[in-house]
């Protein structure tokens, strides 16, 4: 590695803060120009992974077969609440073709969260892991799991947020159901005052319901011990999260665990932690001395591997007649499900519009369910969908058109921090995103249309981190043939990161993409960088390829100057060849300089650069919803989405779209149908396969139409890249709140927005 510092920087991971010393290049590269100048990035590119995926030989977890492999299955709890009272195992041992169960009484004690562990005898949730099972085949272990005799103190359960923040309610936890004993508080300036300036006030509740990742790819993990080093297959987004894992619950240090994850069918934070299925499977395979593979189903999936958690919001806002915000406060809970996840929701509401007096409450809660987890902008969806339905109610109650309101309230500087924005174009991304929705045609007077069919145009605003940091690491390795292969501290989860990082080290060395390969997802051989969550991988990642790539060209000058006896500064480089500015028959191709050098590989490490000290680095943006409410049927047609966002630079394209295509896709689920039911009076849920839990077809696909108002920016890295999987997201759902409203002049506080809503609402009104 070249010239390096260790200094503060902050990065934004998630909801969290991470502030660390990292270690960062020296030398910054001068930024680049517009991607107009740029050759290979910001292009249409499509994907260098695309035919393997295509053509079914990409190797997913599940398609890993190792010789002698057993397969394993995890008895999970039919009770939402219990105490295990006793386990006998004897009858599924005895079933031919089983090969090894485990349960509490026959591992080592492994902690899992706070006061449990991975089999625990008491039971918080439907779906929590009881017990594993390896047998020759899927089907076996299947049958075996229903061999498992349990006997157990059933308890009383509460599976509602609301309920279980109640003194009466069942504890879930000894510490209360309320996570961390106490609510998340913020303040700044004095509300009550900033209401008594206000002319008009709203007062409102909204609320959103459990949504559940469910990716295309199940959850899955493959173990293999080789003495006592351990290789995990595992679907994951964050390989050194699971190795360190794996690592403690195992108790082996973490160079005898190796974990890869090579194609990813999608997570959307779902496997953004170490799952208990990995260790299981580990276990397995060390108690049978065989590979193990361990492969969720959907109805597994839908219980115990995340969900988004619900929320209520009372939101209540002061403004002046002129639009401008004097208060707002937001008190609001969410259920968290058994263990860890915060259900908070309010940084959008603390931060899109200016407002020197806000006031923020809210509580997660433990309820006997499957555990929350971080899904693709944790509390931004809802935060946004509350925050902006809240803001068109205010806007409308002083006849103001909601664009103008926002831009009235519009944030020069971050509203929390009271710090500068890196960049922030966001009233670009407004005037273009209203322009190509047509602004102008929306209902003056919401509800004004006739007739059975009526259409209106919403919209929502977008802010999200996604400006990534150190630490990232990226190895590139320069083969003498004119080869490259590129090691990224990074695993790709579907969304392009092996083309992205291709370009940019095409970009620097200018050798064409077919001579790059990308290596990643494998704690083995690639160097660290972060989780692929946040959207901080291509913010993260993109400047240290870069960094690597600048290196690697250095490199090769120094050399060249030293095998052709000429000065550095009198060289150049062009696709590979250096020669000399003065005497341009001098010059010498990349191999010829290594034959010299004597070096077939040639290996530099880049990193990412520090960010900027004392200022906040955020993603913006807005869509617009253009949708036709059935007033009869009450179902909601989206027509089209307009998404105008600013999110640095763009380095493919193509890819860019694929996410926003995606993120609006699920924002329509979570808007208009998607909903995990649970059953009050058995606390079991209901909604467990594709059926019963309804995800967005292709019959609900709107038009989208996708405007970037940003180039780099210059002052986060040397590529200027944010993130976008999150920010593609974020505002769907408040946008297309907002036009139902503007179509019918009745506002859904609820999502999934269903017809039963939307009919229930509307007679309301009539
Ligand atoms: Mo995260 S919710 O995987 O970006």
């Not at 060390?286 to 593979?293: D, H, Q």
């Amino acid at each position: 590695m070249a010239n390096t510092k260790f200094i503060k920087s902050e990065f934004f991971f998630e909801e969290d803060v991470r502030e660390s010393v990292a270690e960062v290049p020296v030398d910054k590269h001068q930024p680049w120009p517009e991607n107009e100048k740029l050759k290979v990035v910001g292009k249409e590119i499509p994907r260098i992974d695309g035919y393997d995926k295509t053509s079914g030989t990409a190797l997913y977890t599940f398609d890993i077969n190792l010789p002698h492999m057993a397969h394993a299955k995890i008895l999970r709890s039919v009770w939402p609440h219990a105490r295990i009272k006793s386990i006998d195992t004897t009858q599924a041992e005895n079933l031919p073709g089983v090969l090894a169960v485990i349960t509490h009484k026959n591992i080592p004690e492994i902690k899992w969260f706070e006061d449990s562990f991975l089999f625990d005898t008491k039971i918080r949730y439907e779906g929590e892991e009881i017990a594993g099972i390896a047998a020759e085949t899927e089907e076996i272990a299947e049958k075996a799991l229903k061999l498992i005799k349990i006997e157990v103190e059933e308890l009383d359960f509460t599976v509602d947020p609301g309920q279980a923040m109640k003194e009466t309610a069942p504890k879930i936890h000894e510490g209360g159901n309320i996570v961390g004993g106490n609510p998340f508080t913020y303040e700044r300036g004095n509300f009550e005052e900033g209401i008594k300036n206000a002319d008009a006030i709203i007062e409102e509740t909204y609320s959103t319901q459990v949504v559940v990742h469910n990716p295309t790819e199940p959850h899955c993990s493959v173990a293999n011990w080789d003495g006592d080093k351990l290789t995990v297959w595992d679907s994951t987004q964050a390989i050194f999260t699971v190795r360190g894992v794996v690592s403690r619950a195992l108790n082996i240090p973490e160079n005898n665990v190796r974990v890869i994850k090579k194609y990813m069918g999608g997570g959307f934070g779902s496997k953004l932690a170490g799952g208990k299925y990995t260790v299981i499977a580990a276990l397995l395979a060390k108690k049978t001395g065989r590979p193990v593979r361990l492969t969720l189903d959907r109805r597994e999936m839908n219980l115990a591997v995340g969900n988004r958690p619900d929320s209520v919001q009372s939101l209540k806002l002061g403004a002046k007649k002129d639009g401008t915000l004097t208060a707002m406060s937001h008190y609001a809970y969410g259920s968290s499900g058994a263990y860890q996840s915060g259900a908070g929701c309010s940084w959008p509401f603390r931060t899109v519009y200016q407002c020197p007096n806000v006031k923020v409450e809210e509580y997660t809660v433990y309820i006997n369910a499957g555990p929350g987890r971080p899904f693709r902008a944790p509390g931004h969806v809802q935060g946004t969908f509350a925050m902006d339905s809240a803001i068109d109610l205010l806007a409308g109650r002083i006849n103001m058109d909601p664009l103008e309101f926002r831009l009235k309230n519009y944030a020069e500087k971050d509203q929390v921090y009271n710090i500068p924005y890196t960049s922030k174009k966001l009233r670009e991304a407004y005037e273009a995103g209203a322009k190509a929705i047509g602004w102008e045609k929306r209902n003056k007077q919401p509800g004004v249309g006739t007739g059975r069919y009526k259409t209106g145009i919403g919209m929502g605003t977008q802010i999200w981190w996604g400006g990534g940091g150190p630490p990232a690491y990226v190895t590139l390795k320069l083969n003498r043939d004119y080869s490259v292969e590129v090691l990224a501290g990074s695993q790709d989860l579907g969304t392009g990161t092996y083309t992205f990082v291709a370009q940019v080290a095409s970009e620097v060395l200018e050798i064409p993409m077919e001579r790059i390969s990308v290596i990643l997802g494998d704690t083995g051989v690639v160097p660290y960088g972060p989780p692929s969550g946040g959207s901080v991988t291509s913010p993260s990642i993109s400047p240290a390829v870069r960094d690597a790539a600048e290196q690697m060209k250095q490199k090769l000058m120094k050399a060249a100057a030293a095998v052709l006896s000429l000065k550095e500064n009198d060289l150049v480089y062009k696709n590979g060849t250096v020669s000399s500015k003065s005497d341009p028959s001098k010059s010498i191709f990349l191999s010829d300089i290594m034959g010299k050098i004597n070096e077939p590989v040639l290996v530099t490490t880049g990193a990412r650069e520090a960010n900027p000290e004392g200022y906040m680095i955020q993603t913006f943006g807005a869509q617009f919803a253009d949708v036709e409410v059935d007033t009869l049927t009450g179902k909601v047609r989206v027509k089209k989405i307009v998404a105008a966002h600013d999110i640095g630079r763009v380095l493919n394209r193509t890819l860019l779209e694929n996410q926003f295509h995606g993120g609006i896709i699920q924002g329509i689920g979570f808007a208009l149908m998607e909903e995990r039911i649970i059953d009050g009076n058995t606390g079991k849920v209901l909604t467990t396969n594709l059926h019963d839990y309804k995800l967005p077809l292709i019959t609900d696909m709107p038009e989208i139409e996708v405007i970037i108002v940003s180039e780099g920016d210059p002052m986060i890295s040397n590529t200027g890249v944010k993130g976008i999987g999150e920010p593609a997201h974020i505002p769907t759902a408040a946008a297309i709140a907002n036009a139902i409203f503007n179509a019918t002049g009745v506002q859904i506080k609820s999502t999934p927005m269903t017809p039963d809503k939307v009919l229930m609402a509307l007679s309301q009104n009539s």
